[in-house]
Each structure stands twice: as structure tokens, then as C-alpha cells.
């Protein structure tokens, strides 16, 4: 089976953060909070409050992407069970066209159980699940040129594809001129580096956090370990570094920091997610890649401030203004880009139409 956008989904218009194909994992996470211990036997304890939620590099980013503006379609395998029926009915909810997911009886839906600690910390338990069944043969990759950008999420995970079947969604995404970015969902190890190396030498952005980095280059140091990546021809490197924000490659190549924004920890869950959402539209905007980390530590903050990965994020307005108070300077440009991405879009809309703006 091959995946296809929809009709309706081809005809709604982009925002300004344009059009986003988001591929991978798909998951539905369960959560509950707080969770201090499982209790023995048959025993239970009353929570404070228990979400399903649409998650995974794929689908947590294209939620977020979604809430910031950005016309999204998911790409990647579920299962034909009433996980995968909630986790398409969520993604629905946030205007995501859902057509490229695949429906497979060979899995049922990835998901994960997620009792969430008082602090915030997020043990998991975890089926992978459809996620992995995704093949080339699903993808219609031509139409992955027809998109603003492309993220590869999770690609460490989808083993139904080879090295050369990543490498080759890499370059038909580029090949239309989209942006091209890959984040990972496991911990790491240099046998997954070897195995993605092919797609992120076609890469625009690899996102991944300080361990996972580490992991997979073999390193014990984040900023030999980003060398390692963009000698393989990657663009640039922002990697996440939780409390205490994360470090960006600048245009000149070197590395910046960029501080976390202090919040109140509910739930660590898709903060990473969210930072991949909020640099991409950073850069979609047309910002530096300094500023867009910004926006990405900006969401990734506020997604802490609430239980699962769809928590904090209402919309770009509500960012800018958690980023205004932390960095007026970056907040005010970034207000700045995307009101000449508007503009710029409203121009090209009139001229291919013929109409009059009032």
C-alpha cells in the first residue's frame, strides 16, 4: 500500500511555517501523574490526571508544528486496532492530514505506558510495535519534493527500511528543495550511526539529545561528537541538553549555547519533540539557526509544563511571548521574519490568483 495525501489535505493552504511531512513514529502514549511507586499486587493508587496523547519523533513533532502554524502530513505504520483509531482521531484533531499512514494487521500500534514521577522523570513501558513495519514501497517519495520541509523522525527505529532506503527519502525530499531534518528515538549506538549516516549526509539538521549523540559517535564529548556528524556532510547540529538548553552550530559552523527557560517540571515527555518543532519553524521563517534554537528551547519548555507531549504549546503568539520575557532581542526578530514570511506569502498568493488584497 502507498501512502497519498489526501484531497482536502493538498487543497488547505499553508501557514507561514509552509508545508511539513513528518516521518516515522507514530505512537500513542498513556500517562499518568504522579506516580511515586506501582503498587504490590493488586493494590492502586488515585492520580491526579490520566491523557492519551499522539507522540513519537514523527508524530509529537508534527502536533507541535501543527499548533505553531504549519500545514502537516504524517508519514509511517500503525496498526489496525483501536490504538491506531484514537491516535488518528488526535492527530485529526490538530488539522494533521493522516492519508501517508499505513494500516497494518502484521503489529499492533506502537504504544507506551508513562507513569510520571513527582520530578517529572518518565520510566516507560513500551511496545514498538508498527512503527517498525514501515517500508520504501509505502512512501511515494516524488511527492516528498512537493514540501517545505521534511523530518525524518526517529529513522534508528524504523528497521523496515535500509541505510540505501534512508538515504534515498533524504534525497527525494532535497531534490524539491525541501529542508531535510532527523532527530532519533532510541538511546544510540554506533551501529544506528553507521546505519542513518547515509541520510544524514543529505541532511540539512540532525536534532538529537547529548546522550543519544554520544552514543552514537562513541564520543565523550558533544562538541567532537558534532564534528563526527557534519563530517559526514550534514548542514548543522543542534543538540538538546534538558536542563540546560542545548548547543546549536551557528552559520560560521561553531558552537553556540543556548540556556534552558526556567519552568515548573510537570513531565520531560516530548520536550525534545517540541524544541525540533519550534528550530524548524525558527528556520522556516527565514531566522538564523541561533534564533530558531531559541524558539525550540522556548517550546520545549512549555511542553514541560504539562503532562505529555501535546502539553504547554497553544500556539506561536503564546511562544513569542514565553520568549519575549526570556530574550526580547531573539523574540522581537523572530516576530519580525515571520511577518515578512506573510507578507512574502501573501504576495505570491495574489500574484498566482490574480486578487486583490483589500
Same mark, same amino acid.
Given at each position: ?55 513519537? /519523533? ?6 507541535? $508544528? ?47 505506558? $508513562? ?95 547529548? %546522550? ?7 564520543? /565523550? ?29 551557528? /552559520? ?14 510537570? %513531565? /520531560? ?15 522556516? $521563517?527565514?531566522?538564523?539557526?541561533? %534564533? ?67
Amino acid at each position: 500500500m502507498t501512502a497519498a495525501l489526501t484531497p482536502d489535505a493538498a487543497a488547505r493552504p499553508a501557514g507561514p511555517a509552509g508545508r511539513i511531512a513528518v516521518i516515522g513514529p507514530h505512537i500513542l502514549d498513556v500517562l499518568g501523574r504522579p506516580v511515586e511507586a506501582i503498587p504490590v499486587g493488586q493494590g492502586s493508587v488515585r492520580l491526579a490526571e490520566i491523557r492519551a496523547t499522539a507522540a513519537g /519523533t514523527a508524530a509529537g513533532t508534527g502536533v507541535d $508544528l501543527a499548533k505553531l502554524g504549519a500545514q502537516v502530513s504524517s508519514f509511517g505504520a500503525v496498526g489496525t486496532d483501536l490504538l491506531a483509531d484514537v491516535l488518528l482521531a488526535v492527530l485529526a484533531s490538530y488539522g494533521i492530514d493522516t492519508g501517508g499512514l499505513v494500516r497494518t494487521a502484521g503489529a499492533q500500534t506502537s504504544a507506551t505506558i $508513562l507513569p510520571i514521577r513527582p520530578n517529572g522523570e518518565r520510566p516507560a513501558l513500551h511496545v514498538p510495535g508498527a512503527t517498525r513495519l514501515l517500508q520504501l514501497s509505502d512512501l511515494d517519495t516524488a511527492e516528498l519534493a512537493g514540501f517545505d520541509a521534511v523530518v525524518l523522525g526517529g529513522p534508528d527505529a524504523l528497521v523496515g527500511l535500509s541505510a540505501t532506503d534512508l538515504g534515498a527519502i533524504v534525497a527525494a525530499a532535497r531534490s524539491g528543495g525541501a529542508l531535510v531534518a532527523i532527530d532519533v528515538l532510541h538511546p544510540g549506538s554506533e551501529r544506528d550511526f553507521e546505519r542513518i549516516s547515509a541520510a544524514l549526509a543529505g541532511a540539512d539538521w540532525f536534532w538529537p539529545n547529548a %546522550d543519544q549523540l554520544l552514543a552514537l559517535t562513541g564520543r /565523550t564529548d558533544v562538541e567532537q561528537a558534532v564534528g563526527d556528524v557534519l563530517a559526514l556532510g550534514t548542514s548543522g547540529v543542534a543538540v538538546t541538553l534538558g536542563a540546560d538548553g542545548c548547543v546549536v552550530t551557528g /552559520t560560521e559552523g561553531r558552537l553556540h549555547h543556548v540556556p534552558a527557560i526556567a519552568v515548573d517540571v510537570v %513531565d /520531560t515527555t516530548g520536550c525534545g519533540d517540541a524544541f525540533d518543532a519550534g528550530m524548524l519553524t525558527g528556520l522556516l $521563517l527565514g531566522c538564523d539557526p541561533l %534564533d530558531a534554537a531559541w524558539l525550540g528551547v522556548a517550546c520545549g519548555s512549555l511542553v514541560a509544563t504539562g503532562l505529555g507531549s501535546d502539553a504547554g504549546i497553544t500556539d506561536l503568539d503564546q511562544v513569542l511571548g514565553v520568549l519575549r520575557a526570556a530574550n526580547p532581542e531573539v523574540a522581537s526578530r523572530i516576530a519580525a521574519s515571520r511577518a515578512a514570511t506573510s507578507t512574502a506569502a501573501v504576495s505570491t498568493a495574489v500574484i498566482s490568483t490574480g486578487e486583490r488584497v483589500p
